[in-house]
Structure formats: C-alpha cells, structure tokens
C-alpha cells in the first residue's frame, strides 16, 4: 500500500487550493480515508475523514471550509480547501489503515500568505 500527497502550494489567505492523494495497493473505499496536517512545532492533527460508504467528518476548525471527496476510478482521495487561513499552513498527509498497519503519503506542504 503506497500513498502519494500532491497538489500543496503557496495561496493568499481567503484563497482555495484542492490536494489530492493518489492510492495504490488498496481500494478507496476499503475502509476510512483520513486527511491530516502538522503544522510546525506542533502535533499532527486530524482534518477530515471518509468512510468506506461515503459518510465524511470533519475537525471543527475546517468544517464548513474543506470538503473530502475520492474518486473510485482513479483511486484518489482528495480534500478540496476554501477560504483558507494563515493558520491552515502545514503539511498535509493522507492516511489509512489496513488489518492494524497504518499508512501514511509523504505530506504535501500548504503555505497560506495573510
């Protein structure tokens, strides 16, 4: 199982930016797809989750802001970001788990300008 973040980059604030996570190895919908980010200096934290049936949750501080969504064709998990805040500046790694072994991608870095 290999996952691959891209699609990070540097926007204004109030700006919007779509990353996506290219998955291989595993179905989409196996089971629960995660979007988390670590900003520096601090802890990783979780943004956004799909389930397997497409139910989605997200982190109080993003909701109503990002939006998960996968495409089962291609095998991609994605997190669509508007109105974007300096404080939303971290890297951003997707994530799922698969019999007990989580994966993670590399991260993709999202720097937002005020």
């Known amino acids: 199982v290999q996952l691959q973040a891209s699609g990070g980059g540097l926007v204004q604030a109030g700006g919007a930016l779509t990353i996506s996570c290219s998955v291989t190895?595993?179905?989409?919908?196996?089971?629960?797809m995660r979007w988390y980010r670590q900003a520096p200096e601090t802890e990783r934290e979780w943004v956004a989750l799909?389930?397997?049936?497409?139910?989605?949750n997200y982190a109080a501080s993003v909701k109503g802001r990002f939006t998960i969504s996968r495409d089962r064709v291609k095998n991609l998990l994605y997190l669509q970001m508007n109105s974007l805040k300096p404080e939303d500046t971290a890297v951003y790694y997707c994530?799922?788990?698969?019999?007990?072994?989580?994966?993670w991608g590399q991260g993709t870095r999202v720097t937002v300008s005020a």
């Open positions: 994530n799922t788990a698969e019999m007990g072994t989580q994966y």
């Open positions: 190895g595993i179905n989409i919908d196996h089971g629960p």
């Open positions: 799909i389930t397997s049936s497409g139910a989605t």
